[in-house]
T-cell receptor
Framework: GDSVTQMEGPVTLSEEAFLTINCTYT??????LFWYVQYPGEGLQLLLK?????DKGSNKGFEATYRKETTSFHLEKGSVQVSDSAVYFC??????????FGTGTQLKVEL | DADVTQTPRNRITKTGKRIMLECSQT?????MYWYRQDPGLGLRLIYY???????NKGEISDGYSVSRQAQAKFSLSLESAIPNQTALYFC??????????????FGPGTRLLVL
């Protein structure tokens, strides 16, 4: 079945540092890929998505590129802020259009 | 106003009690979902509904039931709550538009503690 693997956290960075959160997937067919973000005490919000190979999703300074050859969708941001502290979930929709989530990566950004 | 609302936001109950978690949406979406979130496990799908007459089990449906009362309402019930159902529960909606792939929109969550 479909699965998503993302790096374990917590990831702790200083403000303005470069962020990478790795995500790899296993799926049949051609899934769509997503990054969701969960701020403390809130539900999940869609951060960005990509629907086909080589697409780049971007939002709020975050980017991720759909790499079919490496089955990856790594999340990057050039300069993180304290307000980016949250839990980040990589996810995919494959057959049946149901979301499969990774386990989440907590990001802590310190001054 | 929020597009996807959940009530209650927090609930404490005792083992063996029946409880219902409610979800309402104003997005006009046909598809609705219930997930639970546990530390280190991400989100797991409990039940989903693609329209009012369609109910499907997810990966962890045992011990849960659902009711789709209307397009906008989707309720999750725990018939006899047990402590390992202590978790954060999320409702979500989606609308599979033509030419697009599914994006789900989440409610704020219900934190449930079963003693």
């Amino acid at each position: 079945g479909d699965s998503v693997t993302q790096m374990e956290g917590p990831v702790t960075l200083s403000e303005e540092a470069f962020l990478t959160i790795n995500c790899t997937y296993t799926a049949t067919g051609y899934p769509s890929l997503f990054w969701y973000v969960q701020y403390p005490g809130e539900g999940l919000q869609l951060l960005l998505k990509a629907t086909k190979a080589d697409d780049k999703g971007s939002n709020k300074g975050f980017e991720a590129t759909y790499r079919k050859e490496t089955t990856s969708f790594h999340l990057e941001k050039g300069s993180v802020q304290v307000s980016d502290s949250a839990v980040y979930f990589c996810a995919l929709t494959g057959g049946g259009n149901k979301l499969t989530f990774g386990t989440g990566t907590q990001l802590k950004v310190e001054l | 106003d929020a597009d996807v609302t959940q009530t209650p936001r927090n609930r404490i109950t005792k083992t063996g009690k029946r409880i219902m978690l409610e979800c309402s949406q104003t997005k006009g979406h046909d598809r609705m979902y219930w997930y639970r979130q546990d530390p280190g496990l991400g989100l797991r799908l409990i039940y989903y509904s693609f329209d009012v007459k369609d109910i499907n089990k997810g990966e962890i449906s045992d011990g849960y039931s659902v009711s789709r009362q209307a397009q906008a309402k989707f309720s999750l019930s725990l018939e006899s709550a047990i402590p390992n159902q202590t978790a954060l529960y999320f409702c979500a909606t989606s609308d599979l538009g033509q030419g697009s792939r599914e994006t789900q929109y989440f409610g704020p969550g219900t934190r449930l503690l079963v003693l």
